[in-house]
Antibody, heavy 119, light 107 residues
């Protein structure tokens, strides 16, 4: 069974940093593209970033480009999201998601980790 | 950026009824469209991918159709567990985008 477990969320002041982690199990991690998607509580879904299976390619939403960095470590079966220069509008539940095949679809998703940016 | 517009915003139906949800893209996404279901307090779940393919374990009452810019998710006969929020999503181009969601509520 595929499992994705996010961690690292918390309360941070504007301008601060956090590193989110997603520990994966139940599949050959190095074979799959991974992504982060966020959701403001009570609102819709916003794609944040995607990293290729090799880790050599990464894509970002314009809203986070230059501030967030996605990475992965196949030796730890984990994907990370480094959040820098955080803004109040980055407050959201951050989901990690595996892609079903290639650059395909988000399937499945983790349960999310909450990031709150507030002074 | 491709904008996905879902309609209606809220759909009120009774169990056993047929639900039709719409997703319109601002430009063609070819067949690169998926639907997700999200229940309160849960992560989204992939329902339909590549317009019309059901994901693993998804019941046959869920079906998808459409092409280019106009897509539909149909639930043939609503079960109590189907009342949730549904999102469409495209992967035709970067950035990946989602529709704003349709809330399917019990009438």
């Amino acid at each position: 069974e595929v499992q994705l477990l996010e961690s690292g969320g918390g309360l941070v002041q504007p301008g601060g940093s956090l590193r989110l982690s997603c520990a994966a199990s139940g599949f050959i991690f190095s074979n799959y593209v991974m992504s982060w998607v966020r959701q403001v509580p009570g609102k819709g879904l916003e794609w944040v970033s995607t990293i290729s299976d090799s880790g050599f390619s990464a894509y970002y939403a314009d809203s986070v480009k230059g501030r967030f960095t996605i990475s992965r470590d196949s030796s730890k079966n984990s994907v990370y999201l480094q959040l820098n220069s955080l803004r109040v509008e980055d407050t959201a539940l951050y989901y990690c998601a595996k892609h079903n095949t290639g650059w395909g679809w988000f399937d499945p998703w983790g349960q999310g980790t909450l990031v709150t940016v507030s002074s | 950026e491709i904008v996905l517009t879902q309609s209606p915003g809220t759909l009120s139906l009774s169990p056993g009824e047929r639900a039709t949800l719409s997703c319109r893209a601002s430009q063609s996404v070819s067949s690169y469209l998926a639907w997700y279901q999200q229940k309160p307090g849960q992560a989204p779940r992939l329902l339909i991918y590549d317009v019309s393919n059901r994901a693993t374990g998804i019941p046959a009452r869920f079906s998808g159709s459409g092409s280019a810019t106009d897509f539909t998710l149909t639930i043939s006969s609503l079960e109590p567990e189907d009342f949730a929020v549904y999102y469409c999503q495209q992967r035709s181009s970067w950035p990946r985008t989602f529709g704003q969601g349709t809330k399917l509520e019990i009438k």
